[in-house]
């Protein structure tokens, strides 16, 4: 150990305590800086304006001056190159590009570069990175048995909002309460994910509450981390400890967060109420096509409807009564609840409700109501009988739709009813040598008209039950399902069922009831609802509307070639959008239960012990709600885009800042609070605010920064500077930083060429040491996300932010790295340096296999040792290797060369590693030595660094 | 090993070659943490290291060391409301009609010179209870595994704070060159078997350096450990020779120290490469050494194995050594089931005891023996002759402690008795967490880390180290 370090020690104590002090200043404020609003402050003169580029310059010159520092000279331009390009996009730049940078003479050719990079898809994937850290996105529910959960849709509106450039503002208000706007869209909807990422339990036994109370928690702490900068979480069981935050601001603010109609338990299959249906932008794409499509197609229908008029009158003109089709047998009872005698009034029993049906009007059953008919009607066991009805069921739980009970011995017991949709009858006499019973292995759905049929054919002392469903004979099966039939009630034929609770709940129309067995064709057309001749006979003038638009959609339906065409195609495209719809993902979003719950204080924190109750509003100490609004999640959203907010622009420009630059102008960028550091450049940080506040245009700050010359310096010209400014808190020069976890394996990816770039889609599953997950698991076979299937081909090669997270084993290459578990909000990656990220670089075979493509890439295209050293070694760092360099690997590759050709065998498995397809055309002692330098070059110290 | 963060250069260049705890080198950068006194250790410590066997799924007191002679008056007969009080249950237990009260079947006898009660299931735990000191008054809140085992191993039910092993960690470091300071073991895990969460064993807002390091059953010992096939040891040198030459000439263009950290990371890397895959294989025992262990220990990734490997971790100076064990979680059958554990535990259990105090490691390695909670007095299910299950119990559950510092011999704490509730000498999780930094010369109140704004620990809010345990 080079013992150099210790005069630095002491000069960083120094720099630390004066920090300190000037914190402890701050203190004493009468109001901490950070709740007054930001005044734009001018931007401040300075002696040297030759190095300025725009007005960040001025502010942090300003600084450099005081603290004794002067500006770094520009970084060159392979340098610059790179740090733009993996700042902007996440991604190092190609050899290409940067032979176009350092070529182009142009004066504005880094601008141009700036702009080329902003516009990239890459951006907004680069800065996703980030606010899923601040969001806790992940593609499980985090507690327990941890299984899958599909957020995937949010996480790819997140990458799609900063590629679109969508202002601040409505990113914010989208994700806050985007479900709260007036006809909100899927994408607004979607965008209300972020307050959902919370993690979910399904641990068999847990309680509810107690699971609630914690995911809005999540929900308030994680919103005023992310917006305002505030540890809010303080306040969750006492007043907080630092800022001017009570136990009761902390309480008005989760009042806003904890009114979701979700389950405690949930999340064991996939998503967790509520969520949407949320198709992928192909799927939306034919969808909307469908809809347009069945628009079109409506409409057609309704223009033929209208003009059938005189065609209608001139068909009728030639009809004859044989043309329609008619029941060969007339019904002993009609019930077409129409016109309802006072006969029919008086069997009805509960709610008499008359209302628009399948022809006419239609009785409603609310599960109470019963229609008895006492003894206008019975059914036999030992005659054939018919009974029909058009039925309209609300729900698919069991219902009797006719009953008739026998106590009497010569009356039989009859049920006739619905379970889960399917038709079940049951026939039992002691006339029968035992009871018929049948279940349709068809379903009717519900809200929707659908016709049943029951036809009861008793012929040589054999009774046979067949059903129709919509007229066509629906296959039955005998049915297990047993019910006593020893019920004391009266043996009248009741409609529904006198028992509360089992009848039929839904609307009915037109019941017939048939002595007779009727023939298929008899029943076909009482299904059609075909009262066309009956229609007919009556004279045209005396005809309802209902009875004339009946004989015209019948008109239309049979003797209309081009209305038929246009109403098939409506069904087949209706189907296809159903379709569509079914298989599309699902994400969850926010939503509030209809009718407020009181929300209370919880006396210390606890879900168990409610305490007085407040009102949805924000911590007194920054500006109230307006007045005049519902104090929503909406109003809570637009109140933290308010222009004269005192933190969110603060905070939103200091993580923007603490992206491009790695570290905040405050460097505590969760707390902005009075314990938080005191920003660096705090002027610089009101200036960019107010700048920030009048358009909200992230794309417009990003490159307001990386145009900046404080941006564009180098950082190796001027040692000095680390001793006087170790942690570069003066800017006057350029950050080393190592590449965030995504960065590192995406450059090693990019670098081989075996990036497969695309954006957005469900997680993938790349390599992982076999068995982790099982090691940790639940039930494999009983929920997802328990055994990991990792994944072939493309899928193995996409940009690391696509790797299914699973919060309680997130993936070790990236863990290694910083990567964080996404359990809760994280605003700020620490950097690590560590035994185990060497191993990483090493051994991994992702790192193994892509120093092996990269071998094979460079070896087709270059033929000397210096060339392809060379070439590898642009890809990895942005830049030539030096001769010292080029001399290290020279002797390298001399001595690997000699070790492979002695022993092949270790070459050809060295070049097995990965999935990737290999070359044949290279000699594998070849292939295995340039593998080996590639590893080497890929680990370099400066190949996982921005410079 | 030694570990580097680059937040602060000096920091970080300095802790890479002393091997001292982050918090023990805070305290000469930081004055705040300075003025808060955070030089560590803060005591002397009688303990170096620590083995935290943790059974999870939560073994029954009732059964194992809660002994409650009186209770087989009341088998079958109502749990009386007065001793439940009102307490809440889980959703598996609180819609059951009838709480009838469960004895247990198995029979308990005094041993060692202590006379302490012991269940017949654990013979070999009964040959060493004099050199353990058993706590019966052990409570928590968290009624479920997820909450208890995030309480027991971080100090707060809910995710985000480093677990036990990583405050060690960070106030610490390891007192090896080549091993991390804090290892994880897992054994268990038959379908159906309580979930277990990385959560447990990282590091929460602490570096991430201060996470545990898994050694695995089977494959490489660590993850990413073996060089892949076709690169010889003696080739993985060269190509480090050659990275780094290749990094000290970047080093010397930018003048960068986090180079030579990265260069260090590098050499120990390839160290722990040699070593330890020599450090987990256990062939090398003798066979004393597994009639000790049970035969059990030749099988990597059994619990008794991972006792062994323990033992061998601690020889190289490991700091924290987390063990899990799963499918305690008896919620049916534990008369059969908890047999089935004893016999997979209570002989590696007592074996590192009697191993570690016979190569005189048990002075200074506290081991501690614990579920997340206890289980309920009374039957889940139906009270069946034969079999029955027993629910979820936070209000009392036994633990053992021994070496580092304990009181040997010792019992501590008394519950009512039902076994429902505490009658005597309450330690909560925050407590005995307080006690075993206490053991390792570390104030809990002052080994702190600040995050949003605010000064955590372990202990969170609580914590009082029970002195009446330790000497």
């Not at chain 1, 003009?307 to 009872?333: G, M, N, Q, Y």
């Not at chain 1, 394996?745 to 990036?755: E, H, K, N, Q």
């Not at chain 2, 061998?312 to 924290?320: H, S, T």
Request: aromatic share 8%.
């Amino acid at each position: 150990m080079r013992v150099i370090r210790a005069g630095l020690l002491l000069r960083g104590v120094l720099a630390l305590i004066w920090c300190q002090s000037l914190a402890a200043h701050a203190q004493s404020e009468t109001k901490h800086w950070a709740y007054e609003t930001p005044v734009r402050p001018p931007i401040p003169t300075v002696e040297n304006t030759d190095w300025a580029e725009n007005a960040i310059d001025a502010f942090t010159q300003l600084e450099m001056t005081r603290h004794k520092l002067t500006p770094s000279p520009q970084a060159d331009r392979h340098t610059l190159i790179r740090r733009v390009t993996l700042d902007v996009t996440g991604l190092p730049p190609t050899p290409a590009e940067i032979s176009e940078f350092v070529a182009d003479k142009r004066p504005d050719a880094y601008e141009r570069l700036v702009d080329r990079l902003l516009q990239s898809p890459q951006f907004g994937e680069r800065m996703a990175t980030h606010w899923l850290d601040l969001a806790r996105y992940a593609d499980t529910h985090g507690y327990h048995m941890d299984s899958h959960r599909d957020m995937w849709r949010w996480r790819d509106w997140v990458i799609d909002a900063y590629n679109d450039n969508m202002p601040f503002d409505q990113f914010t208000i989208e994700q806050l309460a985007g479900d709260l706007l007036p006809n909100a869209t899927i994408s607004q909807r979607l965008a209300t994910g972020f307050n959902r990422n919370n993690m979910v339990s399904f641990e068999n036994g847990a309680i509810a509450d107690e699971l609630l109370t914690e995911y809005a928690v999540d929900r308030v702490t994680t919103t005023a981390t992310v917006w305002l900068g505030q540890t809010l979480v303080c306040a969750r069981c006492h007043d907080h400890k630092y800022d001017p935050i009570s136990q009761r601001d902390f309480y008005r603010m989760y009042a806003f967060f904890d009114q979701v109609p979700e389950n405690g338990l949930d999340g064991n299959k996939g998503n967790a109420i509520p969520f949407i249906v949320a198709p992928v932008p192909d799927q939306q794409k034919i969808v909307d096509e469908l809809d347009e499509h069945l628009r079109e197609l409506e409409a057609a229908c309704r223009q033929r409807f209208e003009a059938a008029d005189s065609a209608v009158i001139a068909w009728e003109a030639t009809f004859k009564p044989s043309d329609t089709r008619s029941v060969s047998v007339d019904p002993e009872l009609v019930i077409d609840f129409d016109e309802p005698s006072k006969e029919l009034i008086t069997s009805i029993h509960g709610a008499k409700s008359f209302i628009d049906g399948r022809i006419g009007n239609a009785l409603l059953f609310d599960g109470q109501t019963y229609v008895d008919l006492g003894n206008r009607e019975s059914l036999e066991a030992c005659e054939s009988w018919t009974i029909a009805a058009w039925l309209f069921p609300t729900t698919l739980d069991s219902m009797v739709v006719v009953e008739q009970t026998g106590k009497d011995e010569n009356v039989p017991s009859v049920t006739i009813q619905l379970n889960d949709g399917q038709v079940f009858v049951r026939v039992s006499s002691s006339e029968l040598p035992k009871p018929v019973q049948v279940t349709s292995e068809a379903r009717f759905e519900r809200f929707r008209w659908q016709h049943l049929a029951v036809r009861y054919d008793f012929a040589s002392e054999v009774a046979d039950v067949s059903l129709f469903m919509n007229g066509e004979l629906a296959s039955s099966r005998e049915s297990n399902f047993l019910r006593s039939d020893d019920r004391d009630r009266k043996t009248s034929l009741v409609i529904g069922s006198t028992e509360s609770g089992r009848s039929f709940r839904g609307m009915m129309d037109d019941l017939r009831v048939f002595s007779a067995a009727l023939n298929d064709e008899d029943i076909a057309i009482i299904a059609d609802g075909d009262l066309v001749g009956e229609i007919l006979a009556i004279t045209r003038d005396r005809r309802t509307k209902q009875q004339t638009e009946r004989l015209k959609q019948y008109y239309l339906e049979n003797y209309d070639l081009e209305y038929d065409r246009i109403k098939s195609d409506l069904e087949v495209t209706e189907q296809r959008r159903e379709n569509i719809w079914a298989a599309s993902p699902t994400s969850m979003v926010m939503q509030d239960v209809a009718e407020r719950k009181p929300t209370h204080i919880l006396t210390q924190g606890r879900y168990d012990l409610p305490g007085e109750v407040v009102e949805p509003s924000v911590p007194a100490v920054l500006p109230p709600l307006p007045q005049d609004k519902i104090a929503n999640r909406l109003t809570l959203a637009t109140w933290v885009v308010r222009p004269d907010h005192p933190l969110t622009a603060r905070v939103a420009v200091n993580q923007l800042w603490q992206t491009i630059f790695g570290a905040g102008i405050v460097r505590t960028p969760e707390d902005f609070g009075t314990r938080g550091e005191r920003p660096t450049h705090p002027e610089l940080l009101d200036w960019l605010a107010t700048e920030f506040t009048s358009d909200w245009d992230v794309k417009r700050m990003i490159r307001l920064f990386v145009t900046s010359a404080t941006y564009r310096q180098s950082n190796t010209s001027m040692p000095e500077h680390v001793e006087i400014d170790p942690e570069n808190r003066w800017l006057a020069r350029s950050s080393r930083l190592r590449l965030s976890a995504e960065m590192v394996r995406d450059s090693a990816l990019y670098a081989s060429g075996l990036m497969v770039e695309k954006t957005g889609g469900p997680s993938v599953f790349p390599y992982q040491p076999k068995g982790l997950w099982e090691e940790i698991a639940y039930d494999k076979a009983k929920f997802t996300a328990q055994a990991y299937r990792q994944s072939h081909g493309a899928d193995l090669y996409r940009r690391s932010l696509y790797t299914f997270l699973k919060r309680s084993l997130p993936s070790p290459t990236l863990a290694a790295f910083d990567a964080p578990s996404r359990e809760t909000c994280v605003t700020k990656r620490v950097r690590t340096n560590t035994p185990q990220q060497a191993l990483v670089l090493m051994n991994d075979v992702t790192f193994i296999e892509a120093a092996r493509v990269l071998a094979e890439r460079t070896l087709a295209s270059n033929a000397t040792t210096e060339d392809r050293v060379s070439a590898m070694f642009i890809v990895a760092t942005s830049r030539k290797p030096s001769e010292a360099e080029s001399e290290v690997f020279e002797e390298l590759v001399r001595d690997l060369r000699g070790r492979y050709e002695q022993q092949p065998s270790l070459a050809n498995a060295l070049i097995e590693t990965g999935e990737a397809p290999s070359s044949n055309s290279i000699p594998s002692t070849e292939l295995a030595v340039w593998t080996a330098i590639a590893n080497v070059i890929l680990s370099l110290d400066e190949a996982i660094t921005r410079p | 090993m030694t570990n580097h963060q680059n937040n602060n250069v000096t920091r970080r260049a300095f802790i890479g070659h002393t091997g001292i705890g982050v918090a023990a080198l805070a305290s000469l950068l930081d004055p705040k943490l300075l003025a808060n006194d955070q030089s560590v250790p803060h005591f002397a410590p009688t303990a170096k290291r620590v083995i935290f066997l943790h059974q999870t799924g939560a073994p029954s007191q009732l059964d194992l060391y809660d002994v409650k002679p009186e209770l087989s008056r009341w088998h079958g007969q109502e749990l009386p409301q007065s001793v439940r009080g009102g307490q809440r249950l889980t959703t598996l237990t609180a819609g059951q009609a009838s709480l009838p009260v469960t004895a247990s079947p198995f029979k308990f006898a005094r041993h060692g010179e202590s006379g302490t009660a012991l269940s017949e299931l654990l013979p070999h735990t009964s040959r060493v209870v004099d050199d353990l000191c058993i706590v019966r008054s052990m409570h928590t809140e968290a009624i479920n595994h997820d909450p208890a085992c995030t309480m027991i191993q971080t100090g707060a039910e809910q995710p985000g704070r480093p677990s036990i092993g990583s405050w060690v960690s960070y106030g610490l470091g390891s007192e090896s060159q080549e091993l991390p300071a804090f290892v994880v073991l897992l054994s268990g895990g038959l379908p159906g078997d309580q979930p277990l969460s990385s959560r447990w064993w990282g590091s929460g807002f602490l570096p991430s350096q201060h996470q545990a390091v898994k050694f695995r059953k089977r494959g490489e010992p660590v993850l990413y450990l073996n060089n892949p096939a076709g690169i010889t040891p003696e080739i993985r040198r060269r190509m480090l020779d050659s990275l780094g030459e290749l990094n000290r000439i970047q080093s010397a263009a930018t003048g960068d120290a986090e180079i030579d950290a990265r260069i260090a990371q590098f050499e120990l890397a390839y160290r722990m490469q040699e070593s330890l895959p020599r450090i987990a294989d256990l062939t090398e025992e003798p066979e004393h050494t597994f009639a000790l262990y049970g035969e059990d220990a030749r099988q990597p990734g059994t619990y008794a194995a991972n006792c062994l490997l323990a033992r061998r971790l601690v020889e190289q100076g490991v700091r924290f050594i987390q063990l899990y064990d799963r499918d305690w979680d008896h919620h049916t059958d534990i008369v059969s089931q908890i047999k089935v554990k004893c016999r997979e535990t209570d002989q590696a259990s007592a074996a590192l005891v009697q191993d570690l105090k016979q190569r005189g490691l048990l002075k200074d390695t506290l081991i501690v023996w614990a579920g997340e909670f206890g289980r309920t007095v009374f039957c889940e299910g139906e009270l069946a002759k034969r079999d029955y299950g027993r629910d979820h119990h936070p209000r009392c559950f036994s633990i053992w402690l021994a070496g580092g510092g304990i009181r040997p011999g010792l019992t501590y704490g008394k519950t009512d008795e039902f076994s429902y509730n505490i009658a005597e000498n309450p330690v909560h999780i925050h407590d005995l967490q307080a006690t075993m930094l206490r053991c390792l010369g570390i104030d809990h109140e002052r080994l702190t880390y600040r995050y949003q704004g605010r000064d955590h620990r372990l202990t969170d809010i609580g914590g009082r180290v029970v002195s009446e345990i330790l000497g």
